[in-house]
């Protein structure tokens, strides 16, 4: 079965404490993505990697890591999470052909609150 | 600066009825337009995108209309149904370029 997996799931920490959030995929694809989801705000792009070793920033990268050592993983680190973090995280991946997004799976989220 | 504007925040249709939700974008460079659907508790799902080099692309009863020179699309839904009561995301993105940016959201509620 095609997914995106992410843990945890739900995750409460408090200011300053190093996490991180994994992502994976067993598709194959080249293109990752981390996103945030807030009330009122939509979706707001962090990071995205078009393949291994190729990361680049979103929209709003302050705060956040990544990492693309293989081409499965995805993970979201948080150096040192602050309040204005919390919020809903979903990891994504696609397989794009002829610059068409054939493809795109979203993980289930993980809920974090900073303290 | 918002780069896509999405419209209306909310919308109620009677069942059987036609939702259209609009967006509006500013960076010509995008040239590729998905929407996506999210229940709640899910992630989102994307449901049916567009390049600009067409006006209209339909799959089932959704369908995008694009119109490049107004740098608007938007997502109609025909005959809705319970059923698609979800909130529903555009988006814009450089195709292969992996950077993409939202819009704010609607949530559809079809009544019975």
């Known amino acids: 079965e095609a997914q995106v997996t992410q843990n945890p799931r739900y995750l409460i920490t408090v200011t300053g404490k190093k996490l991180t959030v994994t992502c994976s995929q067993n598709m194959n694809h080249e293109y990752m993505s981390w996103y945030r989801q807030d009330p009122g705000l939509g979706l707001r792009q962090i990071y995205y990697s078009m393949n291994v070793e190729v990361t680049d920033k979103g929209d709003v990268p302050e705060g956040y890591k990544v990492s693309r050592k293989e081409k499965r993983n995805f993970p979201l680190i948080l150096e040192s999470p602050s309040p204005n973090q919390t919020s809903l995280y979903f990891c994504?991946?696609?397989?794009?052909?002829?610059?068409?997004?054939?493809?795109?799976?979203f993980g289930p989220g993980t809920r974090l609150l900073v303290l | 600066q918002q780069q896509v504007k999405q419209s209306p925040q909310s919308l109620i249709v009677q069942k059987g009825g036609i939702s259209i939700i609009n967006c509006a974008y500013e960076n010509t460079a995008f040239d590729y337009f998905p929407w996506y659907q999210q229940f709640p508790g899910k992630g989102p799902a994307l449901l049916i995108a567009?390049?600009?080099?067409?006006s209209e692309k339909k799959e089932g009863r959704f369908t995008i209309s694009f119109n490049k020179s107004a740098k608007q699309f938007s997502l109609h839904i025909m005959d809705s149904q319970p059923g698609d009561s979800a909130t529903y995301f555009c988006?814009?993105?450089?195709?292969?370029?992996?950077?993409?940016?939202f819009g704010d959201g609607t949530t559809l509620t079809v009544k019975p």
């Open positions: 988006a814009a993105s450089k195709a292969n370029a992996g950077k993409s940016t």
């Open positions: 567009i390049r600009p080099d067409v």
């Open positions: 994504a991946s696609s397989l794009w052909a002829s610059g068409d997004q054939e493809t795109q799976y």
